[in-house]
């Protein structure tokens, strides 16, 4: 990609993640004028921030999920654009916190999904099936009638990784496929009705929700003797499968490539829009969108590892 920006941005979370976000901003023209991986180094960045020593135009927030909400919170009370690393949080509480702050404080927060920039999501969404599937998604919202679901099936497996250890498997793989269900089936007909778990342990999940007129099923284990990441859709006796691992053999930079593009677009206009209002950014639906996913998958652990701790206390 050719050198398209001359912004400046600071990176809070100097791993694998966040050198690959690095390198990539620096191929389209950002300069990174601060980088920190500790703690420390991060208080001491936002103090520069916060006194003018520094003056960057975003962050990259790529640390331990666990410290997002800290970091994201740090970047709206300076009003600091910031994208951040999946997952956005570790909390339903945060999220819905988030969603109505986001929104008062007009701040803006892009989260790094970036399997909705996938080219066989990308591909998909320009299909006869995918416009017939939201069509139908939107005539049975707007009717209130009963009808027979769309289902999806995630599959989303690879080997042990050291990498992303502080949150279980949910927060860590099965979030991004909660995004794309929100992506491709349409918030407004996702309708929470009940779920369940068949298998759970920190690095393995098979849970199955039903949305009413969408039903879905996920696994994601990163203990597996084989990789896959794989999205089959089934509506009205059809279906299509899509593999999301693919384009790894062509350009495997792809979907991270065109995140930052939609983020670098999103900056753009949100810095050329007053910023003493409140506007309908087209940016915030993603970030309403991927809060929600943190909500939806926080039920694993509120329902399935809070009983389990609670049948444990118990005995």
Not at 152 to 178: A, C, Q, W
Not at 283 to 300: E, K, R
């Amino acid at each position: 990609m050719q050198s398209s920006c001359s912004y400046k941005a600071v990176l809070i979370g100097n791993g694998t993640m966040g050198q690959r976000h690095k390198r990539l901003f620096e191929e389209v023209g950002v300069e990174f004028i601060g980088v920190a991986d500790t703690a420390a180094e991060a208080a001491t960045l936002f103090e520069q921030i916060a006194v003018g020593a520094l003056a960057p135009d975003f962050a990259v927030v790529a640390s331990p999920a666990v410290t997002h909400d800290e970091y994201v919170k740090k970047c709206i009370d300076i009003k600091l654009p910031v994208l951040v690393e999946k997952p956005v949080f570790v909390s339903a509480v945060a999220a819905m916190e988030y969603q109505k702050l986001v929104l008062e404080r007009n701040a803006f927060v892009f989260v790094g999904h970036s399997e909705r920039y996938n080219p066989a999501i990308e591909n998909f969404s320009k299909a006869v099936f995918f416009k017939e599937m939201r069509e139908y998604l939107k005539y049975w919202n707007l009717q209130k009638k009963d009808a027979g679901p769309v289902s999806f099936k995630f599959t989303r497996t690879h080997g042990f990784s050291p990498r992303n250890r502080d949150v279980p498997v949910e927060y860590d793989l099965m979030i991004h496929d909660m995004d794309l269900l929100s992506f491709l089936g349409d918030k407004n007909a996702m309708m929470y009705k009940s779920f369940r778990c068949e298998e759970l342990s920190d690095d393995r999940v098979h849970a199955f929700y039903d949305l009413r007129t969408l039903k879905a099923e996920f696994i994601a284990d990163r203990n597996c003797a084989s990789d896959s990441r794989m999205v089959e859709i089934s509506m009205n006796g059809r279906s299509v499968t899509l593999d999301l691992g693919a384009y790894r053999n062509g350009n495997p930079a792809y979907a991270l490539q065109k995140e930052h593009q939609a983020f670098l677009n999103y900056l753009n206009s949100y810095r050329n829009s007053a910023q003493d209002e409140v506007h309908e950014y087209d940016w915030y639906g993603d970030f309403y969108d991927a809060c929600n996913a943190v909500i939806m998958v926080s039920l694993i652990g509120e329902v399935y590892r809070k009983g389990r701790a609670n049948e444990t206390d118990a005995k």
